[in-house]
């Protein structure tokens, strides 16, 4: 990286020159957002400073072998266990596969479906080692939510696990883009077949630090999910901020985390952080609160990564299970509460750290941990980041204010071909769509989303997506969908629903609507609450207002049930 890449950028200044690219298929580059709408990028701090030619998987897996530490503990699953070489030999060979016999190209996107397990995270690696471009989605999605990122992000390839096939060829019958399709799970012409034939020898791709190695998808505020782009530079950014700042794990220490590696916070919490340091990582396909126990006290995990919800309901495990060997418990993706904080500390004695992050930035950008912890408080910017609440102008408020939270770092928005670019990022500045006050201390204090998108057990469900699987039903009229607050999952979906002509709104027709939506889109993200109403509040214009819907599922939450 050069002299002025490692510099302070201004807030209105573009972004370090691009170096020399690996990439032969540059669809990706290509469609990057024009520099002049980037955020600025911060690289002051000396752990952001980062060669030009950089490829992440070799800094993740090749260096602990290259260093003589191959043959230390790496990945953990529920009936296999492999070292820092083991999982270089599968990487490579996987790598080989995609090179020799998928003719994947560096540039080229690769789309990974699967569950948490450790064929997923050998595909991963091995395509950023390929120097392809890395698009994983939710093993829960359906295959009208597949068939955008696979259209949106022109994708050729798909890895997949043989037990999620069903929705991954109604997706492909349905997005002529998607040519190939491997599964693994065994057989004749199973990934694990080809892998039997490959080399375990493949040198990583000499790609540049700023080439694209993924694009994760958001969850979508308005029905279509927007593809953020990182760079290969990012991937290693997150790891030396808030893992290596804020957490700091040690090469002893062993992760366990529940959210799907599609999700960028599952990804660094469950991968990254750990081989960044070269500690060790366990994978399991169910990972609830009713499972995450049990599996803490098999592998003797010591830092765990999951939501306040999953806290929350661990709490009454605690007992059946041997915990002590949880060292530290970082809880994100959606606000955490004081009580969850305060039952979790006197029930282990271990002070949860917070943290906000977004797939736009791509982790954790404000957090805090051990005595830095203000119970309540998000905390304070990451290291190498810098943040403050501005205005509906965009102007600085005072501490105390509350606002909107603004943030910038060695990380930020890129979307792929979207004009919400220019929404998400002002005036050098990403905008995550979060009310926050700063108090005067610096420490931040999260108050509400800023948009229409719902927080559920740490899964974010745009309420336009669950209306769309609503309006398909024959009974539905018109619908409104907010979230309801919910002391268990922070919120639920709620449907404000008005009927056609005929229909009765009563309980077997909600039970009917929220199968029906379960059946159109990924099932978590169906309507807990349906309620049936006459009208929904409108604008003069006929627009929806939200933000009414959302003022009245509060107001009926808070009522007290007849008894």
């Known amino acids: ?48 400073h980062y060669p030009e030619r950089l490829n992440c998987a070799a800094e993740f897996l090749d260096r602990w072998v290259a260093a003589g530490r191959g043959d230390a ?46 064929m997923m995270v050998a595909t ?15 093993p829960l999605l359906r295959a009208k939510e597949l068939v955008y990122p696979i259209r949106k992000a022109r994708i050729a390839l798909a890895l997949c696990d043989a037990k999620l096939s069903a929705e991954m060829e109604k997706a492909a019958a349905e997005a002529p883009e998607l040519a190939r399709i491997v599964y693994w799970g065994g057989g004749p012409g199973s990934l694990e077949a080809m892998i039997e034939r490959a080399s375990p020898e493949f040198a990583a791709v000499d790609t540049a630090a700023d080439d694209v190695c993924l694009i994760a998808f958001t969850s979508g505020t308005t029905g279509e999910p927007k593809g953020t ?11 030396d901020g808030f893992s290596g700042n804020v957490l700091k794990p040690a090469a002893d220490d062993r992760f366990i985390g529940s959210a799907p590696l599609a999700f960028t916070f599952g990804l660094g919490g469950s991968v990254l952080f750990p081989m960044r340091v070269g500690a ?35 709490l009454a495990k605690l007992g059946e299970h041997d915990l002590s060997s949880l ?14 904080y305060d039952a979790w500390l006197a029930a282990t004695g271990i002070k949860l750290i917070d943290g906000i992050g977004g797939t736009e930035m791509l982790h954790i950008f404000i957090s805090a941990a051990g005595d ?13 980041y810098e943040a403050k609440i501005i205005d509906e102008a965009g102007e600085e408020v005072p501490p105390g204010t509350v606002g909107r939270l603004a943030v910038r770092g060695p990380t930020g928005c890129r979307y792929l071909a979207d004009a919400r670019q220019t929404r998400y990022v002002e005036n050098g500045w990403n905008i995550p769509g979060d009310t926050f006050r700063m108090d005067e201390d610096g420490y931040f204090w999260y108050q509400a989303r800023s948009d229409d998108m719902i927080v559920s057990s740490g899964y974010n469900i745009a309420g336009p997506e669950v209306e769309v699987g609503l309006l398909s039903h024959p009974a539905v009229l018109e619908c409104g969908v ?19 002509p005929g229909f009765e709104g009563d309980a077997a027709l909600a039970r009917t609507l929220q199968e029906h939506v379960k059946a159109e889109i990924a099932p978590y993200k169906y309507p807990r609450v349906v309620a049936f109403v006459d009208a929904l509040p409108k604008t003069a214009s006929g627009k929806l207002q939200r933000f009414a819907l959302r003022q009245r599922a509060v107001e009926e939450a808070a009522r007290p049930v007849a008894g």
């Open 229 to 239: 782009m990182h760079f290969h530079r990012d991937m290693l950014a997150i790891c």
């Open 1 to 48: 990286m050069t002299d002025a890449a490692k510099a302070r950028v201004p807030a209105a200044a573009p972004p370090p020159a691009f170096a020399r690219s690996a990439h032969v298929d540059t669809f990706a580059r290509d469609n990057l957002p024009p520099v002049e709408q980037w955020p600025a990028f911060l690289f002051d701090r000396p752990e952001y």
């Open 73 to 118: 503990p790496c990945l953990f699953g529920l009936d296999v266990a492999l070292t820092y070489r083991d999982l270089q030999a599968l990487v490579n060979r996987i790598a080989n596969v995609l090179v020799g016999e998928l003719g994947l190209v560096p540039g080229g996107r690769v789309l990974l479906r699967s569950a948490n397990n450790p």
């Open 482 to 500: 907010v979230g309801a607050p919910d002391p268990e999952r922070g919120q639920v979906v709620k449907a404000y629903v008005v009927l056609r």
């Open 124 to 138: 991963y690696l091995a395509v950023l080692k390929a120097g392809g471009v890395v698009v994983a989605t939710m």
């Open 327 to 340: 060292k530290k418990c970082v809880s994100a993706g959606e606000h955490l509460p004081k009580t969850t």
């Open 280 to 314: 060790s990582f366990v994978v399991v396909e169910k990972a609830g609160p009713d499972d995450m126990p049990a599996a803490v006290e098999r592998f003797k995990a010591t830092i765990c990564f999951t939501a306040p919800t999953a806290y929350r309901a661990m």
């Open 372 to 384: 830095d912890i203000r119970p309540g408080a998000t905390g304070k910017p990451v290291p190498g």
